[in-house]
């Protein structure tokens, strides 16, 4: 009923103690148990709730009084440690400071009056507090303490009269002790005519009041803070979603799930998200920013002449004339050096593609909704088979870009109109190279490069320019030796006009055709991930879900509900009703005022 009393502790959950001695103990059972029974200290609070119809609404914090020196298992730094704990609970500016100081001693040495005015400069929230009034020397008072002529504070000073030694042994009432301390300010000759203001009764007044008139001033902040923690928290609830109660909805919740991810990851690709970034590119975007300025602009810069020099290219075409020197440009040297051009561009293909599928690997992640984080054991499952499709559809994406170069090298069409060698401009495009090398050829060596001439090199003919080196005379009537050839023969450093025409008409050749393929290979590689990986995936994750997922025998598993979501739940639920309850009070308070 209303006029029940009774203790509840916050470390034994769910029991009222009616019996406030069996309270006194359960004190001292649990400031053992934490601290030890040699005085030792913790910052761990003890929270005891009071329901009775003799107190006010108030909350209190009993804190220990500073101790210089170290006893029993208290550690040497005893005044820092109570010190720092002091002032973490009265630095809050919303509490009210009790500081209390004993009559018999001089009050300019009060640690509590110094320690409050650290953090309540003005005196706004501290009440002072006199006691020890009933065991001051004979012919002494303190009224000029609780006058505030000593120091005077704000608020002012209310003096008490508490249960000596004695009293708490004999296990004096706490009713009869405030009865005795009315008598003692009542029939005393100097507080006699301040007992009004004095006492446990008068101090829990001015305490309740103080609050009231403190909550007053800060309503419209108190207000406005619990109505934002509770949206907060309501918010934060409907992320959890309701509890998953076993039924045949179950089925349907999971269906609805699926068909949301795979919606998601769809709409992510085509642009359609609930929440479009604007401080980078997301989904797909991301994937045309890997076909057109990753992809395409690396080929744009591919220059096919890099591949070969002009030794090299000469080189290959003595080699494909065999043992006979050959009238026309030999069409086998224009194959092998476009093929192996052509043959380079596979793997950027593929790494184009292999960009795209981890994009599409790290697209999973961001449509993860509430609903999901709540089921981790679904989403694990979710993961699994949209990376088994994701790498189904690789393969044949790759396959594809592979089969599309290889297309490419294996037939040589020269008859592309855009090809420069498939119509009339060649003869154009060797009479450009005739001239070209007959211009370098005008221009000749540098003037420090210009050698004596040498009557005996002038007449080496054909085979002597090849061969051009110094050889020794043979002796008169020694056979004639001919020189062995090195190992490693390359082109002649110095061109004639026929090999330096050939050369310039095969890398215009080079550079027409490797432009045609790198331009269909641009085209086609994006068409190519786009059709085997990225639409597939979209159009299939779906069925893919439902089909590896949608069981009757694993929908209790997946839809088991992580723990700590829970926990998360029930714990912002009971948050939830405590922050209703405080904007009612605080609307009740707000009448009141």
């Not at 050749?509 to 331009?519: D, P, T």
Request: proline share 5%.
């Amino acid at each position: 009923g209303g006029n029940e009393e009774f203790g509840e502790f916050l470390h034994i959950p769910e029991r009222k103690i009616f019996d406030f001695q069996e309270i006194k103990k359960e004190i001292e059972r649990e400031t053992d148990r934490v601290t030890g029974k040699n005085k030792g200290l913790s910052p761990l609070p003890i929270r005891l709730r009071i329901t009775s119809p003799h107190v006010i609404n108030l909350t209190l914090v009993d804190l220990p009084g500073i101790t210089k020196v170290p006893v029993g298992d208290q550690p040497a730094d005893i005044e820092f440690q109570i010190r720092k704990m002091v002032l973490e609970y009265i630095n809050n500016p919303n509490s009210v400071i009790l500081a209390v100081s004993a009559a018999n001693t001089d009050l300019a040495n009060s640690d509590a009056l110094k320690i409050a005015r650290e953090v309540d400069t003005e005196g706004l929230r501290t009440l002072g507090v006199i006691t020890k009034l009933d065991i001051m020397d004979k012919g002494t008072d303190a009224l000029d303490m609780l006058m505030g002529r000593m120091i005077p504070l704000r608020l002012g000073y209310v003096g008490i009269v508490n249960r000596s030694q004695q009293d708490i042994t004999t296990m004096k009432t706490i009713q009869a002790a405030i009865k005795d301390e009315m008598e003692f300010f009542a029939k005393h000759s100097v507080y006699g005519k301040i007992a009004s203001r004095c006492g446990t009764s008068f101090l829990s007044k001015s305490l309740h009041k103080l609050l009231v008139d403190h909550i007053r001033r800060c309503l419209p902040e108190l207000h406005q803070r619990v109505k934002s923690m509770l949206e907060r928290k309501v918010a934060e609830l409907n992320s959890y979603g309701p509890p998953v109660v076993d039924g045949p909805n179950q089925g349907a919740f999971l269906l609805q799930l699926l068909t949301r991810f795979a919606s998601d990851y769809r709409d992510a690709l085509e642009g359609k998200a609930h929440q479009v970034s604007t401080s980078e590119l997301t989904g797909g975007a991301r994937i045309q920013y890997i076909f057109n300025d990753i992809f395409i602009h690396t080929l744009d810069r591919v220059d096919s002449m890099d591949e070969h020099s002009d030794s090299e290219i000469r080189t290959a075409l003595r080699n494909a004339t065999g043992t006979r020197q050959s009238l026309f440009i030999p069409e086998v040297t224009f194959d092998i050096l476009v093929k192996g051009l052509i043959q380079k561009l596979e793997h950027p293909g593929v790494q184009c593609a292999e960009m795209v599928h981890n994009e599409l690997v790290k697209l999973i992640d961001s449509c993860r909704c509430a609903d999901l984080v709540r089921f981790s054991t679904l989403w694990d499952k979710i993961v699994d088979a949209t990376m088994r499709l994701l790498n189904k559809c690789m393969k044949p994406t790759t396959a594809m870009i592979s089969n599309l170069v290889h297309i490419e090298v294996n037939y040589l069409n020269t008859s592309n109109p855009d090809f420069i060698g498939s119509g009339g401009d060649f003869k154009g495009m060797i009479d450009k190279a005739f001239k070209e090398t007959q211009e370098r050829e005008k221009k000749g060596p540098k003037k420090q490069e210009i050698a004596q001439p040498n009557p005996q090199k002038q007449d080496e003919g054909f085979f002597g320019g090849l061969f051009r080196r110094e050889r020794p005379k043979p002796l008169p009537g020694a056979p004639i030796r001919l020189v062995a050839p090195p190992a490693h023969i390359r082109a002649a450093e110095t061109p004639d006009q026929r090999e330096s025409v050939a050369a310039d008409v095969i890398k215009q050749l080079i550079v027409s055709y490797f432009a045609i393929v790198r331009k269909n290979i641009q085209d086609t590689v994006p068409k190519a991930v786009m059709h085997f990986l990225v639409n597939n995936v979209r159009e299939n994750l779906q069925n893919e879900l439902v089909a590896a997922l949608y069981k009757g025998e694993f929908v209790d598993t997946l839809l088991k509900e992580d723990e700590t979501i829970t926990a998360r739940r029930k714990a912002c639920e009971q948050m939830i009703v405590v922050l209703r309850k405080a904007l009612a009070i605080l609307a009740d308070t707000h009448q009141l005022a």
